[in-house]
């Protein structure tokens, strides 16, 4: 009995992020728990039984999204073309999350003392992503006698991936950019582009 509540609890909690990721999305802004406690046709308190303030929520689904990033990792981690590739669709495909949620991890690692335990958690499943990659990263440099090193280079692919999320989710270049599909393919390649060698 006290396995199906439990599996009940989580389910729901699941059911919660879920609305609360496609509200933010929507949206394209903040929103409110009295916002998603009507979505989803619950008490408020329901939703504080779950995530102790809106921070809570917005942390977990920053998690899970590492997760999602993690899962890509695991997959594609003797490819690094392809997992260069699916990383940053996985981004540029959904613009706005990725530019939303690290506006939010900015504005939460800068004001929030409380959610050390989450922070902690999460630093610990990039971490993991990391070094999923690690050696597929350090064998890719070594082939072209980079001086890169590794966390150079998966921050270039960020860097890369991130600047180009920006360029496609402005309303002003969206206008201006022509093929979406040709622009996302061209910051593909240039992240893959050959490494700085060692001269």
Not at 177 to 188: A, D, M, P, T, V
Request: net charge positive.
């Amino acid at each position: 009995m006290n396995t199906v509540r439990q599996q009940n609890f989580q389910l729901r909690k699941e059911k919660i992020l879920a609305m609360a990721e496609t509200l933010l999305l929507d949206n394209n802004q903040d929103i409110t728990l009295a916002e998603l406690a009507s979505e989803l046709d619950i008490a408020k308190g329901t939703i504080y039984k779950h995530f102790k303030s809106k921070n809570q929520l917005y942390l977990e689904l920053i998690i899970l999204n590492e997760k999602r990033l993690l899962e890509i990792s695991k997959k594609y981690k003797n490819n690094i073309k392809t997992y260069v590739s699916q990383y940053m669709l996985y981004n540029m495909l959904n613009s706005n999350r990725t530019i939303l949620l690290h506006v939010i991890e900015e504005r939460l690692t800068n004001n929030e003392r409380k959610l050390k335990e989450l922070f902690e958690q999460l630093y610990k499943v990039r971490e993991e992503r990391i070094i999923e990659i690690k050696d597929m990263t350090d064998d890719y440099l070594k082939s072209f006698n980079s001086a890169m090193s590794i966390r150079d280079y998966l921050s270039y692919i960020w860097t890369v991936t991130y600047g180009a999320s920006l360029l496609l989710n402005s309303t002003h270049y969206q206008k201006a950019i022509g093929s979406r599909e040709r622009l996302i393919k061209l910051y593909i390649n240039q992240a893959l582009m050959t490494p700085d060698k060692i001269s």
